[in-house]
């Protein structure tokens, strides 16, 4: 099992930035990719971006490629998400997640274990 918790989240105006954060803690060694997903109540929810937890290699969505950054201390357990030229478009719940399947498309689809969430509120 791998528990997660995000952090950071908040308001802010256009054009400004957040980091997010997430805490992992349990199997976390076992977990071959973390990332980023985010939903609107309403809508459907959208994969962010995804980090292989032992090389960094990041993947992010056309959505916000450019804007964001995924990263992650290995050392500290901790994911980030640095967000910067934010748009109204972005505000969301932001949900931290992780997979130990060690396939990428599996853990895309449908993540093994999540966070509860924060919130970030874009103003124009």
């Known amino acids: 099992q791998v528990q997660l918790v995000e952090s950071g989240g908040g308001s802010v105006q256009a054009g400004g930035s957040l980091r997010l954060s997430c805490a992992a803690s349990?199997?976390?060694?076992?977990?071959?990719?973390m990332g980023w997903f985010r939903q609107v109540p309403g809508k459907k929810r959208e994969g962010v971006a995804s980090?292989?937890?032992?090389?960094?290699?990041?993947y992010y969505s056309d959505s916000v490629k450019g804007r964001f950054t995924i990263s992650r201390d290995n050392a500290d357990n901790t994911m980030y998400l640095q967000m910067d030229s934010l748009k109204p478009e972005d505000s969301a719940m932001y949900y931290c997640?992780?997979?130990?399947?060690?396939?990428?498309?599996?853990?895309?689809?449908?993540?093994?274990?999540w966070g509860r969430g924060t919130q970030v509120t874009v103003s124009s």
């Open positions: 349990g199997y976390v060694l076992r977990t071959s990719y």
């Open positions: 997640a992780a997979d130990d399947r060690g396939n990428f498309f599996a853990f895309w689809q449908e993540p093994s274990y």
């Open positions: 980090i292989v937890t032992r090389d960094g290699t990041p």
